[in-house]
Structure formats: structure tokens, C-alpha cells
């Protein structure tokens, strides 16, 4: 099982998160989320003060704006963490 790393002692199941970030953008029923808006959403889902911002960007190989497709294709494809 593929994790995402939060910090170096906290480990969240990569499917999770991808699942949760494709749940929102469902949700909201949007093709574009800011990348601030989806690290404030996984911190309060996930319950925690940081969630690895550099992680996120290097996930959803974005600084900014995140496309529903890129999303969509890791549910198809699932990626391994970095």
C-alpha cells in the first residue's frame, strides 16, 4: 500500500487522500480548486495542523490551480507517493 506523508512520523493511505480530494471536487462540482483550498480541506478532514503542502503539489504536480482530471486519472491510475 502506497502512503502519503504528512510528516515524518504521520502516514496517510495515498487512496484516502486521493478519494477525499475527489469526493470535493464532486462536491463543490467544479474543474478547477485552488491547491490552498484542497490543503485547508485535507487538514480539516484529516484532523491536522499540516498536511505536507510540498508533498500536495508534488501529488497533484501543481503550485496552483488543481484540474478534476488529474484527479479523476489517479483514481484510474493509482500513483505511488512520493
Request: glycine share 2%; with cysteine; net charge positive.
Amino acid at each position: 500500500m502506497e502512503y502519503y506523508s504528512c510528516s515524518k512520523l504521520v502516514k496517510i493511505p495515498l487512496k484516502d487522500v486521493v478519494l477525499k480530494i475527489y469526493d470535493y471536487f464532486n462536491k463543490k462540482n467544479e474543474k478547477f480548486i485552488g491547491l490552498s483550498e484542497i490543503y485547508d480541506f485535507l487538514r480539516e478532514e484529516f484532523n491536522m495542523k499540516s498536511f505536507n503542502r510540498a508533498n500536495l503539489m508534488a501529488l497533484l504536480n501543481t503550485q496552483s490551480e488543481v484540474d478534476f482530471n488529474t484527479v479523476k486519472d489517479y483514481i484510474l491510475n493509482p500513483v505511488k507517493s512520493q
